[in-house]
């Protein structure tokens, strides 16, 4: 049975970082993608980036770009996603998702074509105050 | 980027009711529209992926439809552990964009 276990809630100070991780359990981590999303209050889900399956090949949204950095150690059958310079609209929820399948620059698949995350870490309380 | 817009942002519905949930993509994603049921405290759930493929271990209320831009979301027999909030989502391209939401409350 695939489960998805994040570390548990932090809270970091204004202009810190954070580092979260995703460990996988009842499928090898490198055989799909692994997706980052997070929530903040009373906002939609916001989609961060991703690692994919067979190489350590990264990709970010903008609206994160020079501050996320997601990682996989293979040995652990974990994944990590580092966000730096934290501001408190940074004040989340931050979920590891999983898409079985692969991406490619901009575009990710799965066998039956369209790509979708089928299992969810339980999330990660992430907040930043002073 | 893709903006995906749901509507209605909440609605009020009976045990038993048919609802239907819209979601429209800014621009044609063909059909790589999938649909999450949200609860406090839970992660996200996959209820339906590429728009109209029901997800394993889903109810068979729960159904999907479009292609484009334009996609609904019908529950048809509301049951008790459906009030939630439910979210779309487009993975035709990055940034995999999400709806705004819609509430399903009890009447």
């Known amino acids: 049975q695939v489960h998805l276990v994040q570390s548990g809630a932090e809270v970091r100070r204004p202009g810190a970082s954070v580092k979260i991780s995703c460990q996988a359990s009842?499928?090898?981590?490198?055989?799909?993608?692994l997706h980052w999303v997070r929530q903040a209050p009373g906002q939609r889900l916001e989609w961060m980036g991703w690692i994919n399956r067979d190489n350590y090949y990264t990709e970010y949204s903008q609206e994160f770009q020079g501050r996320v950095t997601i990682t996989r150690d293979t040995s652990a059958n974990t994944a990590y996603m580092e966000l730096s310079n934290l501001r408190s609209e940074d004040t989340a929820m931050y979920y590891c998702a999983r898409l079985p399948g692969y991406c490619t620059r901009r575009m990710c698949f799965t066998p039956e074509g369209p790509s979708y995350f089928d299992y969810w870490g339980q999330g990660t309380l992430v907040t930043v105050s002073s | 980027d893709i903006q995906m817009t749901q509507s209605p942002s909440s609605l009020s519905a009976s045990i038993g009711d048919r609802v239907t949930i819209t979601c429209r993509a800014s621009q044609t994603i063909n059909n790589y529209l999938n649909w999450y049921q949200l609860k406090p405290g839970l992660a996200p759930k996959l209820l339906i992926y590429g728009a109209s493929t029901l997800q394993s271990g889903v109810p068979s209320r729960f159904s999907g439809a479009g292609s484009g831009t334009d996609f609904t979301l019908t529950i048809s027999g509301l049951q008790p552990e459906d009030f939630a909030i439910y979210s779309c989502q487009q993975t035709f391209i990055t940034p995999h964009t999400f709806g705004q939401g819609t509430k399903v409350q009890i009447k």
């Open positions: 009842g499928y090898t981590l490198s055989a799909y993608a």
